[in-house]
């Protein structure tokens, strides 16, 4: 009867051994799927068939031990008889994990190394990077984070006041890198929040379930394992990131180092796009972003010694057009105030109008086609209006094939 009871435990854990296996697959098609719908079809489908079938099999464990009444009494005793065997599958287990999916550590350790690298040089360096990582992590509701915050400011700026340029330097380092890392934790948060609103949700949240109560029956080590936030949560934390962005692009700007934020927001396309769907509390605070990042891209000097950087700026420029211009048109006014006064308006759509006049005659077409199409597609709101540069590029428009047209007519 132990020799029963004994075998009855294996079969159990190698189904939690491929429930954890279908499981990280589950995350590799998510990954995979992107902007797929096709794909994303074929995960759900393959995810709905492993639920079914998992739910249709017989407990293996009570078919292997009829004897209910002594099960509960005998369950320690096939633990303990079986420690070994269950510690060597959960190490299995956890070396699985570092494998089947390598970027959740190797690659954000790779990333840490490469962003304190900017910053580890010296100790006031270092410092200020921990305290800048401790608000992203921090709770915006706890009473340390305002503290850890104002110490983090107090910083930055006393090495501003020393009129260093090493200080200089480091505080240009410091907020870069700072910058970099809380844009890549944002887009990751407003992602998470827009999946777990889709088709798939129900599916995810099931095999969730099955797979915690399967995990906890391999060992403690996997205890909080495939716990994830709620959509509450994320969605305090996108608002909370979104805050602390505007922080920093604010304190870059005042310093004069604006330059890099400005080159990555432009290329966020992904974040943009995703925010066109996201809670109005947060385009508010990416609306306030865009408009202070348009503003001091704008001012960024033109005419540099090189060819290359002029024309980097202006691929800048354009990119950050593409990429900010249907979330102006489309973003909420928010539950409690507008995303901008009056006069801030005013003062973006003139910004606006002049970077688009930078750009030759098929970048401007490209770019006002799509103010064009997010601006007629949204009952409320009549913001921004480009209706002078529309007007303008058609009028150039006109005049360029009248050119072309006369020059082919002339003898």
């Known amino acids: 009867m132990e020799k029963l009871s004994s075998a009855a435990v294996v079969p159990q854990l190698l189904r939690n051994i491929i429930i954890a296996v279908v499981v990280f697959a589950d995350e590799s098609l998510l990954q995979i799927s992107g902007n797929s719908k096709l794909l994303e079809k074929l995960r759900v489908f393959l995810v709905t068939c492993f639920l079914f079938f998992i739910r249709s099999l017989p407990s293996v464990v009570s078919f292997a031990n009829p004897n209910s009444s002594k099960k509960k009494k005998k369950k320690k005793m096939l633990i303990s008889g079986n420690s070994k065997l269950l510690e060597k599958l959960r190490v299995f287990l956890v070396t699985f994990v570092s494998f089947a999916n390598p970027n959740s550590s190797k690659k954000k350790k790779k990333n840490k190394m490469l962003v304190i690298s900017d910053c580890e040089e010296s100790g006031i360096g270092r410092a200020i990077w921990q305290l800048l990582s401790a608000m992203n992590e921090i709770p915006v509701s706890s009473r340390k984070y305002q503290v850890v915050r104002s110490l983090a400011e107090r910083l930055i700026d006393e090495n501003q006041g020393e009129n ?154 354009k990119k950050m057009l593409i990429s900010w211009i249907p979330l102006l048109c489309r973003a909420s006014n928010g539950a409690d105030k507008p995303v901008l006064r009056s006069a801030e308006r005013a003062d973006l759509e003139k910004v606006l109008e002049k970077m688009i006049s930078e750009l030759n005659e098929e970048e401007q077409e490209r770019v006002l086609s799509l103010w064009l199409h997010h601006y007629t597609h949204c009952s409320s709101s009549d913001w921004p209006d480009l209706n002078g540069s529309y007007v303008r590029w058609c009028h150039s428009s006109r005049q360029l094939l009248l050119l072309r047209h006369s020059s082919h007519i002339s003898p």
């Open 164 to 317: 260093s340029i090493a200080l200089f330097d480091l505080n240009r380092r410091v907020l870069n890198a700072s910058f970099r890392t809380t844009l890549s934790r944002l887009e990751a948060a407003v992602e998470r929040n827009s999946n777990r609103r889709d088709i798939s949700e129900p599916v995810r949240r099931g095999l969730n379930r099955v797979v915690r109560a399967a995990v906890r029956a391999v060992g403690d080590g996997f205890i909080g394992w495939g716990g994830e936030e709620t959509a509450d949560q994320t969605a305090e934390t996108s608002e909370k990131l979104a805050a602390e962005l505007l922080w920093l692009a604010e304190k870059m700007a005042v310093y004069g180092f604006v330059d890099e934020a400005v080159e990555k927001w432009a290329s966020a396309s992904n974040l943009a796009w995703l925010a066109l769907s996201s809670e109005p509390r947060l385009q508010c605070s990416l609306v306030q972003i865009s408009a202070l990042l348009f503003k001091e891209a704008k001012d960024i000097k033109e005419g540099k010694e090189e060819e290359a950087e002029e024309a980097n700026l202006k691929e800048i420029k």
